[in-house]
């Protein structure tokens, strides 16, 4: 029961909610004045703190007698040796569970870790909860960071069971990199594992109480099957339980409205992350430019320090939950990262009749015919033509083999429109968006096998068709349908100008006579009819050439998991041990492989349109741990072809949004998205559109907002240099222990 009379040395008392040792004593000369008690904290989080108080002052000031630490030495003191033998063995197991300011967790995986990469684990440590949003730059260590924050945590006996939400395409990624990293094994958990689950412990189980460590996908958490067992598991809150968010932006509300409208996603994630004990969060690019949705995602983390519609602004609080730095301010204090050399090869002298360019003068002829033939038309069913062409044209700047699939259907479509007289309705949205947006490996289709990715394509051609077509074609269409057709399939199969480039530099930088020497290199492109048409251009090539077999291999959306593990491997083997010298990809491969090991040079055989992806591609081999000091990204411009100026335009932008814009990335990209969406590319307006390509930048408040709101919590140089000089010393210090 409460008392005022002041404790003695080693007594534990309760003082302002939490629990102290009694250190000493200093008793009042006076009766008048109050007695003196230092004391130590032994709560958890605030283990050490020191507290002076006046004892008779103080209104809940408790001496804690039931705990037994009255009869603590009534049986006598162990031997000194004994004691200490004790003393020592708690110490080198829990030294890093009594203290903030040691770490344990870099000495246990099996890769170098840099000082840098410590940042994210010491801002950890310091939070009683970790609500921590890691917003580094992309290729500063995407699992190595989370994975050294989830390892410290489980040395502290912090956290037990751990959730990592991801991209499907990255699923893998992250179970190969948390085992041979940091030695956890993770369960990947998705309709097989909860089928596997339920024929082995019964239907009743809940797959997420058969392991404390799983993997799941971004897709599987707006699915109730899987987030209604996920709630029964957590209950209201999970204890020593962890949530790792990766590209946590998508969970962001995207509306610029006061309050935002919540996606699915969104609503998953907020309904679940509370139920977590620990959250840490992972994205190269949190804001997206509107301050009401960085807000929405930091009060998602941390509902204590943010709430939506307040804008963060105060960097001391944001500076608590975030760490930020770019590759660029990394550098400057020392860290090297690869030089990238992007290189542009130009393809000039070409005949006027060369299949590349006579097709590009006939699909912008006809673009303007239709144009014309729409104007009086609905904007949906403009829209719907426009998205068409745009699709043949990005086909077309891709390859041969890949517009002429696509002009085939189209042809026989408006052939059978004439035939029929039917009047088709214009077609979905989404479904205009999914012809219009190349397959990447976060889309469902990258799943499919080429014959069915190829169905789906024709059937998306054919709707679209039937709806701009709902009148019979004019004369002068069908002629340019005929001419580009004839144009297109005796030209398809043939070697073009980039073919041919490709080859050269492979015959003089991967060949010597006969023999392969140990350089690598990938090609990338966007479609899959692209790809095959390369599969066949490079089978011709090395038939002659020692052990032709092993020498490339593809990498798409539906390769089947082994074999993708097995490619990557392959690739990533030294050179003088294995054959895979050349791997074509789709953009599948631009996220979630690490291909750096043994290879410096890529080769875009087309640009995409979407500087991210480009970016994304660049970084397969532009990254940590890459041992060449320059890196080669090749990408090709037809200077006969006005289209191609774009491109250009969009590679430079590209390079200037990696080097200047930092975070307003993303808002500037979905500008340089809209520009090319809104029709393609027009001769007629092509100085317009370059010019707009050229000069796109993030809007005033955009920019204003990001800078105020996440770029004043980015560390500089100068911040940096303290940052890592701090984090070696407690790492020197962690080493001695």
């Given at each position: 029961m409460p008392t005022m009379e002041p404790p003695k040395v080693g007594q534990i008392v309760r003082v302002r909610s939490r629990q102290y040792l009694v250190e000493e004593v200093v008793t009042a000369q006076k009766a008048v004045t109050s007695d003196v008690v230092r004391l130590a904290c032994v709560d958890d989080d605030a283990q050490g703190e020191p507290l002076e108080v006046l004892w008779e002052r103080e209104p809940d000031a408790l001496v804690l007698t039931g705990a037994g630490w009255e009869r603590f030495s009534k049986r006598g003191f162990d031997e000194p040796k004994l004691f200490s033998a004790y003393l020592h063995t708690l110490r080198w197991n829990c030294v890093t569970a009594t203290t903030a300011k040691l770490f344990q967790a870099p000495f246990r995986p099996s890769t170098k870790i840099d000082a840098y990469q410590l940042e994210p684990l010491r801002k950890a440590l310091l939070l009683p909860r970790v609500n921590l949003f890691i917003a580094d730059d992309v290729g500063l260590g995407k699992t190595i960071e989370p994975g050294l924050v989830a390892r410290e945590l489980m040395l502290r006996k912090k956290v037990r069971d751990i959730a990592v939400a991801c991209h499907p395409s990255v699923l893998q990624q992250w179970q190969m990199e948390l085992e041979h990293r940091f030695g956890l094994s993770f369960e990947v958990l998705d309709h097989d594992y909860v089928g596997r689950i339920r024929r082995e412990r019964g239907y009743a189980t809940n797959p997420w109480a058969t392991h404390s460590l799983f993997l799941v996908s971004h897709r599987l958490l707006i699915d109730e099957d899987y987030t209604a067992p996920l709630r029964d598991w957590l209950g209201d809150l999970r204890p020593g339980s962890l949530l790792i968010l990766d590209e946590a932006h998508h969970a962001a509300p995207a509306s610029s409205s006061r309050y935002a409208i919540d996606s699915k996603f969104t609503r998953a994630i907020r309904d679940i992350a509370p139920k977590f004990e620990h959250r840490l969060f992972l994205s190269a690019t949190p804001h997206n430019g509107h301050?009401?949705?960085?807000?929405?995602?930091?009060?998602?983390?941390?509902?204590?320090?943010?709430?939506?519609?307040?804008?963060?602004?105060?960097?001391?609080?944001?500076?608590?939950?975030?760490?930020?730095?770019?590759?660029?301010?990394?550098?400057?204090?020392?860290?090297?990262?690869?030089?990238?050399?992007?290189?542009?090869?130009?393809?000039?002298?070409?005949?006027?009749?060369?299949?590349?360019?006579?097709?590009?003068?006939?699909?912008?002829?006809?673009?303007?015919?239709?144009?014309?033939?729409?104007?009086?038309?609905?904007?949906?069913?403009?829209?719907?033509?426009?998205?068409?062409?745009?699709?043949?044209?990005?086909?077309?700047?891709?390859?041969?083999?890949?517009?002429?699939?696509?002009?085939?259907?189209?042809?026989?479509?408006?052939?059978?429109?004439?035939?029929?007289?039917?009047?088709?309705?214009?077609?979905?949205?989404?479904?205009?968006?999914?012809?219009?947006?190349?397959?990447?490996?976060?889309?469902?289709?990258?799943?499919?096998?080429?014959?069915?990715?190829?169905?789906?394509?024709?059937?998306?051609?054919?709707?679209?068709?039937?709806?701009?077509?709902?009148?019979?074609?004019?004369?002068?269409?069908?002629?340019?349908?005929?001419?580009?057709?004839?144009?297109?399939?005796?030209?398809?199969?043939?070697?073009?100008?980039?073919?041919?480039?490709?080859?050269?530099?492979i015959r003089k930088t991967m060949l010597d006579g006969k023999n392969w020497n140990n350089t690598r290199v990938i090609v990338f492109t966007e479609f899959e009819a692209t790809l095959t048409y390369l599969r066949d251009q490079i089978e011709s090539l090395i038939a002659g050439t020692d052990r032709p077999e092993g020498r490339f291999a593809m990498y798409r959306g539906s390769t089947p998991q082994a074999e993708r593990e097995e490619t990557k491997r392959a690739f990533n083997t030294d050179p003088a041990r294995h054959p895979l010298r050349i791997l074509l990809c789709t953009d599948a491969a631009r996220e979630g492989i690490n291909l750096q090991s043994h290879c410096s040079d890529l080769f875009h055989f087309d640009v995409p349109w979407n500087p991210s992806r480009l970016e994304q591609r660049n970084g397969r081999i532009d990254r940590k741990l890459q041992p060449s000091p320059e890196v080669r990204c090749y990408y090709f411009v037809y200077k006969q072809r006005p289209e191609d100026r774009i491109l250009k335009a969009l590679v430079r932008k590209t390079e200037t949004i990696k080097r200047e814009l930092g975070n307003l990335a993303q808002v500037v990209e979905v500008k340089l998205t809209n520009a090319l969406g809104r029709g393609g590319i027009s001769r007629e307006f092509i100085d317009d559109l370059e010019r707009e390509i050229g000069s796109a930048n993030a809007d005033a408040d955009a920019a204003e907002t990001v800078n105020e709101e996440l770029e004043a919590s980015r560390d500089r140089r100068e911040e940096l240099g303290e940052q890592i000089d701090l984090l070696r010393t407690r790492l020197g210090e962690s080493s001695d222990w």
């Open positions: 301050s009401n949705s960085f807000s929405s995602l930091l009060e998602i983390l941390d509902p204590q320090r943010f709430l939506r519609g307040v804008p963060a602004t105060d960097k001391r609080i944001l500076d608590a939950v975030m760490v930020r730095r770019l590759k660029e301010d990394i550098r400057e204090v020392g860290y090297t990262f690869p030089k990238r050399i992007v290189v542009q090869v130009d393809i000039d002298g070409l005949p006027p009749d060369t299949p590349e360019l006579r097709l590009a003068e006939l699909l912008d002829e006809y673009r303007r015919i239709r144009e014309a033939e729409m104007e009086g038309e609905s904007m949906r069913l403009q829209a719907t033509a426009g998205i068409l062409i745009t699709g043949l044209q990005q086909r077309l700047l891709s390859s041969i083999e890949a517009f002429a699939r696509t002009l085939r259907v189209h042809r026989c479509t408006v052939e059978k429109q004439k035939a029929t007289r039917t009047k088709a309705k214009p077609p979905a949205a989404s479904l205009l968006r999914s012809f219009a947006d190349t397959v990447d490996a976060d889309d469902d289709r990258a799943l499919l096998l080429p014959e069915e990715l190829s169905r789906e394509e024709d059937s998306q051609v054919e709707v679209a068709t039937a709806a701009a077509f709902s009148a019979p074609a004019q004369p002068n269409v069908e002629r340019l349908l005929e001419k580009m057709t004839a144009i297109a399939e005796k030209a398809r199969g043939e070697a073009d100008a980039r073919v041919k480039y490709l080859v050269g530099w």
